[in-house]
């Protein structure tokens, strides 16, 4: 189902949605939590969390075991990760896996590389997409709610204030 161009595309063209878009697999989770698969949601985060890179961001797209298949990186790939978080705590959802240390890692890297982009989602373009902006600024928001809540109340204020700060300059 999550390979388009199925009648034209198969198993032996190994690029595309054979791999996995943290973006795309985040826009799944929120959709097996609609359908009341909170668990289907929450496995989709550990999955995420054990991917993460090292500086907090996930690879454009990549293998089952977090290997990336290509070499880009897009940012709301990252914010899609923490919005996932948000709308499952949001939901009540969240089960006892605390997602700080990875929201944590993941607003530093949207907060050190942002705003602009290498690709925005569709790889045509690097720079400044509305797009891209608008996860970013929606992630670094729900990233200082989960910093409120972990008792690192200036941490949220810099998030608060670096999302303010991206909305109004561009």
């Known amino acids: 189902m999550s390979i388009p161009w199925g009648a034209s595309k198969g198993d032996r063209d190994v690029t595309g949605y054979h791999v996995v878009w943290p973006r795309d697999l985040v826009q799944s989770a929120g959709g097996l939590l609609a359908a009341g698969d909170s668990e289907g949601a929450r496995r989709t985060r550990s999955y995420l969390m054990s991917t993460q890179d090292l500086d907090g961001h996930w690879p454009q797209n990549m293998w089952l075991d977090g290997t990336p298949a290509w070499n ?35 607003a530093g890297f949207l907060v050190r590389h942002g705003p602009e982009s290498e690709q925005d989602r569709w790889e045509e373009n690097s720079g400044y997409s509305t797009y891209t902006m608008a996860v970013e600024v929606a992630a670094l928001l729900a990233a200082a709610d989960f910093a409120d809540l972990a008792g690192e109340p200036s941490v949220a204020e810099f998030l608060r204030q670096t999302a303010d700060t991206v909305e109004r300059q561009h």
């Open 72 to 106: 880009g990186i897009q940012m709301d790939g990252t914010g899609f990760v923490i919005l996932l978080a948000d709308l499952l705590r949001r939901a009540g959802q969240l089960s006892v896996l605390d997602p700080w240390p990875t929201v944590r890692a993941a």
